[in-house]
């Protein structure tokens, strides 16, 4: 009788053990389900603007890239000019890729012009703006921000 009572209740473990797992595994895909719906929701609602541009007169060179996100797309476009060419690059993402809607490049010169009095202008959506200075008084440190004290 015992072991009859032993049997019974391995068979009922065996057989409620499948059932506990598949009910398991329903509930961890329903949860990244849920988890990966929010994560879409997020990156479509992500709504941001930046900026940034330095015009580098020491090294003669210039960059430059806007990015604004909002409903999931995203819309910008980045420069640069060092010497030889000018060149930009307008894009915009969104669910159907990474698209380059325009570009530019232009021939401006024989390379760049090294100007060691010139100060190069940075501006970004985070830092503000400053300027900095070769600075040939220190071998270790080339460049000073020129509003420090």
Do not use: W
Not at 10 to 26: D, G, I, K, S, W
Not at 92 to 103: F, L
Not at 118 to 125: E, K, P
């Amino acid at each position: 009788m015992f072991r009859l009572f032993v049997l019974t209740l391995c068979l009922t473990a065996v057989f409620a053990l499948p059932a506990y797992e598949n009910e398991r595994l329903r509930r961890d895909a329903e949860s990244d389900a849920a988890l990966e719906e929010e994560r879409q929701k997020q990156a479509y609602e992500a709504k941001y603007d930046f900026g940034s541009k330095v015009d580098d007169q020491i090294n003669d060179g210039q960059l430059e890239r806007e990015e604004h996100r909002e409903n999931g797309k995203t819309v910008g476009h980045y420069g640069y000019s060092d010497g030889f060419v000018r060149r930009t690059v307008h894009y915009e993402a969104d669910e159907n890729g990474y698209r380059v809607t325009k570009e530019t490049q232009e021939n401006i010169g024989e390379g760049p012009q090294f100007n060691d009095q010139g100060i190069a202008d940075v501006q970004t959506s985070l830092a503000g703006q400053y300027q900095i200075k070769l600075d040939s008084s220190d071998n270790e440190k080339h460049y000073k921000d020129v509003n420090a004290a």
